[in-house]
């Protein structure tokens, strides 16, 4: 496989030649025609449903593709089986425009007019990529300084159906009402908590971890995110302080005295990035007119990843680095399912309190 690692070990003459070839193998061979399994290795290694490596050669898809049998869970797959390509007539230039244009952050409607497909098709498209993508952002484990904290956001319900739609039970009289409205202030748990946490390398984590207040609990659902050696930079929240200390995590804490101005700690740590991402995060509600609760960590997970690829790669390769990450993903729902994710919070038993 080609990769910078790969690129970087050449020498110069090397680099040249391969130049001069370069040009003219990639007008012969990407067109307009050119189609995405031929970027995926048509070797299959095992089975994409069960991993089962015991499975046999059975015929030809309607695209003359090879079809497999796997022999321990009985199912049928292809070499796209599991991949943002399954089930897609969408050729290599349609996913390479898109991806773009997700990398631009557009809207479903700006995706409908640069590449010629139905919103639907966009839709679709949208989730595979931010599954397959999903998968890859949470392979890194965070290491080194590592700075923590949480955001929160409201419940929304955006695309359910008004018949499944729960409803806060109404309390009758005034006086009734009012007290009760004395109990929702602060955050309540009509509130979705983010967990956030970066490191010095920019591996990012920004997960929904439950509703209601942080707690060590929720935290601690992402423990297997972190290096046993690193350092937690928090600004003293009770619940990040008794996660770091129960996994036994070093700690630096921001504790601003009366007349200092910069919020660092000892060691000079601040939580700016975790700040930022915290306010990019708000951004991209308001910029998609609300998230419904059901998708919301898809588009956490796309967030991340835009911001790792703004500062890990070259704006020119971004496209194509994202297409190379997101074919290797793997898409384990089909299409028809997308609007009936479960929901990552228990609205129902959340409304009926
Ligand atoms: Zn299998």
Redesign the pocket.
């Known amino acids: 496989m080609i990769n910078e690692t790969f690129l970087n070990h050449l020498k110069p003459v090397e680099l040249e030649f391969i130049q001069a070839f370069i040009y003219k193998l990639t007008s012969d061979k990407i067109t307009l025609d050119t189609t995405n399994s031929e970027n995926i290795e048509s070797t299959v290694s095992r089975?994409?449903?069960?991993?089962?490596f015991h499975?046999v050669k059975n015929g030809f898809n309607k695209k003359h593709r090879q079809k497999y049998l796997?022999?321990?869970?009985?199912?049928i797959?292809s070499d796209t089986t599991n991949t943002i390509f399954s089930h897609t007539r969408s050729h290599y230039h349609t996913w390479t425009t898109f991806i773009a244009c997700e990398l631009n952050q557009m809207t479903l409607e700006q995706e409908v007019v640069a590449t010629g497909k139905s919103k639907t098709t966009c839709f679709h498209m949208r989730h595979k990529l931010y599954a397959a993508i999903g998968a890859h952002i949470r392979n890194t484990l965070l290491k080194g300084i590592v700075k923590m904290d949480s955001t929160f956001t409201g419940i929304n319900l955006k695309g359910m159906k008004a018949k499944n739609m729960p409803r806060i039970s109404k309390v009758r009289g005034k006086s009734k009402t009012d007290t009760n409205r004395k109990h929702k202030r602060g955050i309540n748990s009509h509130k979705v908590c983010i967990v956030t946490a970066i490191d010095e390398w920019d591996t990012m984590l920004l997960e929904i971890a439950g509703n209601g207040a942080e707690s060590m609990e929720k935290y601690q659902k992402y423990v297997e995110r972190f290096d046993k050696d690193c350092t937690i930079v928090s600004d003293g929240k009770q619940a990040i302080l008794e996660f770091a200390s129960n996994n036994q995590f070093q700690k630096d804490t921001i504790r601003p005295k009366p007349n200092q101005k910069n919020y660092t700690s000892r060691n000079g740590n601040s939580l700016g990035e975790v700040n930022q991402l915290h306010q990019e995060f708000k951004q991209m509600i308001k910029h998609y007119h609300g998230v419904s609760i059901r998708h919301l960590q898809h588009y956490l997970d796309w967030l991340v990843f835009r911001k790792q690829m703004k500062y890990q790669i070259r704006a020119e390769a971004r496209k194509t680095k994202a297409y190379m990450l997101a074919m290797k993903g793997s898409v384990s729902f089909v299409t028809k399912d997308i609007c009936s994710f479960e929901l990552p919070i228990n609205v129902l038993t959340l409304y009926q309190n």
């Open positions: 089975c994409p449903h069960c991993g089962s499975f796997c022999r321990d869970c009985g199912k797959f």
